[in-house]
C-alpha cells in the first residue's frame, strides 16, 4: 500500500494554492478528527465520485459553547493521518485555530430557522459556528462535493440550506449513519463513555428502532412515536433526555401526523456524554 | 464601436454557466443600476484590469430598511445597458428579487463591529443585507477582482473584512469617488433632489473639505474636525446632520487624535434625501 501520497497542508494559502494546480473534480470532507467507520464511509464515497478528495481535520472552537467539551473533544491527528494515507487520500487540510480565526475575526454565517429548532435550541450558536468554518473552508477548497454524516442530519439540513441560500454552486452529499454492531452511532464523542455507559447508550438506537417499528405497522401520530421513544429512554437509569423529536425532515418542525420524509431525532445524555441520532422514516 | 457584444444574464444558473465559460481574469462590478460616471469609473478600472468585465445591477431589497427609499429608488435598466454597452463591457447580471431571495430564504452573512458604527449604527440590518447580497453575487460570479465606490467607503470596509473573515480568494479593490464639478459625490439617490436642495447638499463636500484643510494645517484633534464640519453644516438651512465621524479607516472607531489613515465622514438629510460622504486624510 503506498502511503507516501498524502500531503499535509497547515495554511489557507498553502491549501488554495494545491487545489488551484487540480484539474477534474474535488471533493472534500470536513471533519473533527478522531477519525472512525462513520468518517471513512465519507471518504470512501468521496474518492469513488470525484478525481481527488481533501479531507480537512479541525476541531472548530466556534461551534463548542462556554461550557462544552472543546477542550476536551479527544483528537489524534497521527492516527487520523495514517488512516488517511491507507484510504489513499490526497490531501488533508489541517489548520491552527489562529489560521481560521486570526485575531479581529467578527464576520460570521447567520443561518435561519432550520438553525434555532433541536441542536440548536439545546446549542445556542452551534450552527452559526458550523455553517461559518464550513463555508471558510469550501471557499478555501473549492470542492465540486462536500460530504457529511447523516448521523448529524440537522447539520446536513443547514448546510444545504446555506448552500442554496446562498448560491455556492456545489453538491451537499449526505452519507448514512455507520454503526457499532450493536447499533451505537459512530461518534468521536463515543470515547468518552466507559464499557457501563456504552451499554446504556444503546438506548437511543433501540428508542429510535421502536419509533420506526411502529410507524412501519402504520402508527402515524407524531407523539405517540415521540412517547415510545420516550418510555424506552427513561427506563434507562443512566440516561437524560435533552430531547426526543418527530420532525418534517426539511425544516424539523414537530409534526402532529407523520408525514412522508419524516425523521426521528435525539438528544440524550449518557453520564457526562451528550449523544445523538436518528432515523428517516421511509419506505 | 459594437454594441452587439453586451450580454444580459438574469438567472444565476445562466450566469454561472457563462462565468464556467470564461478565461482569465474576472473583475465584477455589483451595482444597484440607475449607474453614473461613478460606475463608469469601476466599469473602466475593471476592464483594465481583468479580461472579462461583469458588472450586475440589483436593486437589493435586505439592505434598505422598513422606511426606506426600496421602492422609490431610481431605476432604468434600458439607459443602463445602453451606458454599459458603450463601455464595452462583456456581460451584465441582471436578477430578479426572488431569483436572488426565494421564498424561504434566511441564511445571511453577519458582518462584525465594522458594521455597526455610522451607517450601520444609523441604518440597523443595512450592512447584512449588503454582505449577503455581495457574498451571493461573489458566489454566483466567480470573480478575480470585485470593484466598489470609495463614496461608500464603510461598505469598502465591511466587504473587505468579510473577504478576509470568510477567506473569499478575491481582491476587493476601492475606487476613488467621482465628484460634479462643482463637488458633490456622485450617487443615484442625488436624482431626488430638486436645484436648491443640490445647492444645499454642496455643504457635504464644503465641511469635508474645511475638516481636511484643517488637518493639513497640522489640526490634530479630532474633535475640533469634526465641530469644523458641524459648524459648516448647522449653518446651511435645509441639512440635518445624522452624523459626522473623525475616525481611523480600517475600524471607524472614532478618533481623539488625528492618526495616519484616518476618514473623516458624514450622513446629512437634505430635505428627504439622505447623503453620505468622505475623505481620508493621507499626505
Same mark, same amino acid.
Given at each position: 500500500?503506498?502511503?507516501?501520497?498524502?500531503?499535509?497542508?497547515?495554511?489557507?494559502?498553502?491549501?488554495?494554492?494545491?487545489?488551484?494546480?487540480?484539474?477534474?473534480?474535488?471533493?472534500?470532507?470536513?471533519?473533527?478528527?478522531?477519525?472512525?467507520?462513520?468518517?471513512?464511509?465519507?471518504?470512501?464515497?468521496?474518492?469513488?465520485?470525484?478525481?481527488?478528495? $481533501?479531507?480537512?481535520?479541525?476541531?472548530?472552537?466556534?461551534?463548542?459553547?462556554?461550557?462544552?467539551?472543546?477542550?476536551?473533544?479527544?483528537?489524534?491527528?497521527?492516527?487520523?493521518?495514517?488512516?488517511?494515507?491507507?484510504?489513499?487520500?490526497?490531501?488533508?487540510?489541517?489548520?491552527?485555530?489562529?489560521?481560521?480565526?486570526?485575531?479581529?475575526?467578527?464576520?460570521?454565517?447567520?443561518?435561519?430557522?432550520?438553525?434555532?429548532?433541536?441542536?440548536?435550541?439545546?446549542?445556542?450558536?452551534?450552527?452559526?459556528?458550523?455553517?461559518?468554518?464550513?463555508?471558510?473552508?469550501?471557499?478555501?477548497?473549492?470542492?465540486?462535493?462536500?460530504?457529511?454524516?447523516?448521523?448529524?442530519?440537522?447539520?446536513?439540513?443547514?448546510?444545504?440550506?446555506?448552500?442554496?441560500?446562498?448560491?455556492?454552486?456545489?453538491? $451537499?452529499?449526505?452519507?448514512?449513519?455507520?454503526?457499532?454492531?450493536?447499533?451505537?452511532?459512530?461518534?468521536?464523542?463515543?470515547?468518552?463513555?466507559?464499557?457501563?455507559?456504552?451499554?446504556?447508550?444503546?438506548?437511543?438506537?433501540?428508542?429510535?428502532?421502536?419509533?420506526?417499528?411502529?410507524?412501519?405497522?402504520?402508527?402515524?401520530?407524531?407523539?405517540?412515536?415521540?412517547?415510545?421513544?420516550?418510555?424506552?429512554?427513561?427506563?434507562?437509569?443512566?440516561?437524560?433526555?435533552?430531547?426526543?423529536?418527530?420532525?418534517?425532515?426539511?425544516?424539523?418542525?414537530?409534526?402532529?401526523?407523520?408525514?412522508?420524509?419524516?425523521?426521528?431525532?435525539?438528544?440524550?445524555?449518557?453520564?457526562?456524554?451528550?449523544?445523538?441520532?436518528?432515523?428517516?422514516?421511509?419506505?
Amino acid at each position: 500500500m503506498d502511503q507516501s501520497d498524502t500531503l499535509v497542508l497547515d495554511t489557507g494559502a498553502a491549501m488554495r494554492a494545491v487545489r488551484a494546480g487540480l484539474a477534474g473534480t474535488v471533493g472534500l470532507v470536513p471533519t473533527m478528527g478522531y477519525l472512525h467507520q462513520g468518517h471513512m464511509a465519507l471518504v470512501r464515497r468521496s474518492r469513488e465520485e470525484n478525481d481527488h478528495t $481533501i479531507v480537512s481535520i479541525f476541531v472548530n472552537p466556534t461551534q463548542f459553547g462556554p461550557q462544552e467539551d472543546f477542550q476536551r473533544y479527544p483528537r489524534d491527528p497521527e492516527r487520523d493521518l495514517s488512516l488517511l494515507k491507507k484510504e489513499g487520500v490526497d490531501f488533508v487540510f489541517m489548520p491552527s485555530v489562529p489560521e481560521i480565526y486570526p485575531a479581529g475575526f467578527d464576520t460570521y454565517v447567520a443561518p435561519g430557522s432550520i438553525a434555532e429548532r433541536l441542536e440548536g435550541a439545546a446549542r445556542p450558536g452551534h450552527f452559526r459556528g458550523v455553517a461559518t468554518v464550513v463555508l471558510k473552508l469550501f471557499n478555501i477548497v473549492q470542492p465540486t462535493r462536500a460530504y457529511f454524516g447523516q448521523k448529524d442530519a440537522q447539520q446536513v439540513a443547514v448546510i444545504k440550506k446555506m448552500a442554496l441560500d446562498l448560491a455556492l454552486g456545489l453538491e $451537499i452529499t449526505p452519507v448514512p449513519t455507520v454503526r457499532e454492531p450493536d447499533g451505537l452511532a459512530m461518534s468521536s464523542r463515543n470515547v468518552y463513555l466507559n464499557p457501563s455507559e456504552h451499554q446504556a447508550a444503546l438506548c437511543l438506537w433501540r428508542s429510535l428502532r421502536a419509533a420506526r417499528d411502529l410507524w412501519a405497522k402504520g402508527e402515524r401520530r407524531a407523539e405517540t412515536l415521540r412517547q415510545s421513544m420516550r418510555t424506552i429512554l427513561e427506563s434507562e437509569p443512566l440516561a437524560r433526555i435533552e430531547y426526543v423529536s418527530a420532525a418534517y425532515g426539511e425544516t424539523l418542525q414537530e409534526l402532529e401526523e407523520i408525514q412522508p420524509a419524516a425523521q426521528v431525532s435525539l438528544a440524550v445524555w449518557i453520564g457526562k456524554t451528550r449523544l445523538i441520532d436518528n432515523i428517516e422514516l421511509r419506505v
